[in-house]
C-alpha cells in the first residue's frame, strides 16, 4: 500500500468505562452492519405522536445510530487516505461509545433492553417512553395515560421491584430466615419496609390512574354537554329561520305593497305641491291685483256688488288653499304611515329569526302592521265632503 492507503485493523466498541464489555469487528464494514442491526432492533418506537411524544424518542435513537452509519460510510469510501479514514471511523466508534457508555441507548441484548421489550408488548408507547425515561431523554411530557404508565414501570425497574424480583427477594429471605435463625426480626422489618414501598408505589399508581380516569370522564362529560348544547341551540335556530322564511313569504307581498304606497303617496304629494304652488301663483297675484284695484277706488266709483264679489273670491281662494294644503299633508301622512309599516315588518323579521318573539308579541305586531290605513286627514277636517271625496280618490289610484 501507498502513503495515502490504510490497513484495515480490527475495530474495539466498548460499552462500559472499565472496558469489561466490548466487542470486536474484523471490518468496517462488518461493524457498519452490526450497527444496523441495533437501529433496526428499536424500529418499533413510532414515528408520530400517537400516545405521547413518541416521534422525539424515536428522533433521538435515530440521530445516535445515523452520525454512527454516515461517519463509518465516509471512512468507508476513504479507505485509500489513511487520515480520513481513521477519522471518520473513530468518530462513529466515539460516538457510540458515549452514547452506550452514558446510558443513551442500550445493546439489544442487554437487561434494559429486554425490559423496554416486555413493555412494549403491552403498548409500543409504553414501552417507548420507559425507553425515554431510563435514558433520561429531556423535553418529554408525561401528560398521556401510556406515557406515565411507561415511566411508573421504569422506575419500579430502576429499584429493582418488578414482580419477578419481589418473588425473588420473598425466597431469598426466607431461606435466609430458614438457614440462620438469627437477626429473624431485622429482616422481617426489611421485608415488611420493602413490601411497604411497592406498596406505596402501587397506590400511587392506582391514585394517578383513578385521577386520569375520573378526569378523562370529566372532559367527556363536558365535551358531550357542549356537544349537546351546540346541538340544541343549532336546532333552535334552524326553527327561527324556517319560521323566519315561512313569514318572509307571507309578508312579502304586504311589504311590497307598502314600499309601493309610499313611492305612490310621494309622489301625489309632488303633484299637490306643484298644484298648491300654481295656485298659491296665479291666484294670490289675480287676489293682489284686484284688491289693488279695489283699494284705489273713489268713493263715487265704490260699489257694493263689486266689493261683495271680491270678498267672494277671497274667501273661495283662501278655502281651496286650505284644501290643497290638507291634501298635501295627507299624502304625507300616509306615505309616513306606510314607510313604518314596512319598516315594522322588515324589524319583526329579523327579531323572529333570532327567536326573539313570543307569540302574544307576534299577534301584537301583526295587529299593528295589518290595521286598515286612514285617509290621513287630520280629524277636523273629515266635516268636508269634498276633501273626502278628493282623498278617497286618490287612495284608490295608490
Not at 437487561?111 to 416486555?118: D, G, L, V
Amino acid at each position: 500500500m501507498s502513503e495515502n492507503e490504510s490497513e484495515e485493523t480490527v475495530i474495539q466498541l466498548q460499552f462500559d468505562e472499565d472496558g469489561a464489555n466490548y466487542k470486536k469487528f474484523e471490518t468496517p464494514e462488518v461493524f457498519k452492519e452490526w450497527i444496523v442491526t441495533e437501529r433496526d432492533n428499536w424500529d418499533w418506537v413510532p414515528k408520530n405522536n400517537t400516545h405521547g411524544s413518541t416521534s422525539t424518542i424515536k428522533q433521538h435513537i435515530d440521530a445516535i445510530f445515523s452520525n454512527a452509519i454516515n461517519n463509518i460510510d465516509t471512512a468507508i469510501n476513504h479507505k485509500n487516505v489513511k487520515a480520513n479514514y481513521e477519522k471518520h471511523l473513530n468518530n462513529s466508534i466515539t460516538r457510540l461509545e458515549n452514547s452506550y457508555k452514558n446510558r443513551k441507548i442500550f445493546l439489544s441484548d442487554s437487561p434494559e433492553a429486554k425490559f423496554i421489550n416486555t413493555q412494549r408488548d403491552k403498548q409500543v408507547s409504553i414501552g417507548a417512553h420507559a425507553f425515554a425515561y431510563l435514558v433520561k431523554l429531556d423535553n418529554i411530557p408525561f401528560n398521556h395515560f401510556y406515557a406515565v404508565e411507561g415511566m411508573i414501570e421504569a422506575k419500579i425497574y430502576e429499584k429493582g421491584l418488578s414482580n419477578s424480583n419481589i418473588d425473588s427477594m420473598n425466597d431469598s429471605i426466607s431461606d435466609l430466615i430458614e438457614r440462620t435463625g438469627t437477626h429473624l426480626e431485622d429482616y422481617k422489618q426489611e421485608e415488611i419496609k420493602l413490601r411497604d414501598e411497592f406498596k406505596n408505589i402501587t397506590e400511587a399508581t392506582d391514585l394517578l390512574m383513578t385521577t386520569h380516569e375520573s378526569t378523562h370522564k370529566q372532559k367527556m362529560q363536558e365535551y358531550q354537554d357542549g356537544y349537546d348544547e351546540f346541538i340544541k341551540q343549532s336546532n333552535e335556530r334552524l326553527d327561527n329561520v324556517n319560521k323566519a322564511y315561512n313569514e318572509l313569504m307571507a309578508l312579502k307581498a304586504p311589504v311590497k305593497y307598502w314600499q309601493d304606497k309610499v313611492k305612490t303617496a310621494y309622489w301625489q304629494a309632488s303633484g299637490v305641491f306643484v298644484i298648491f304652488g300654481l295656485f298659491l301663483g296665479f291666484g294670490g297675484n289675480y287676489m293682489l291685483k284686484n284688491g289693488e284695484a279695489v283699494l284705489k277706488l273713489t268713493k263715487e266709483q265704490f260699489h257694493y256688488g263689486k266689493a261683495a264679489y271680491f270678498i267672494l273670491l277671497v274667501l273661495i281662494f283662501f278655502w281651496l288653499l286650505r284644501v290643497i294644503i290638507q291634501l298635501l299633508l295627507s299624502r304625507l301622512h300616509l306615505a309616513t304611515e306606510a314607510s313604518e309599516k314596512a319598516v315594522m315588518t322588515q324589524a319583526y323579521l329579523s327579531l323572529l329569526e333570532e327567536g326573539k318573539v313570543d307569540e302574544d308579541e307576534r299577534e301584537l305586531v301583526l295587529r299593528s302592521v295589518f290595521r286598515p290605513s286612514g285617509s290621513g286627514l287630520i280629524k277636523e277636517d273629515h266635516g268636508h265632503p269634498a276633501l273626502e271625496v278628493i282623498s278617497k280618490i286618490m287612495n284608490k289610484g295608490s
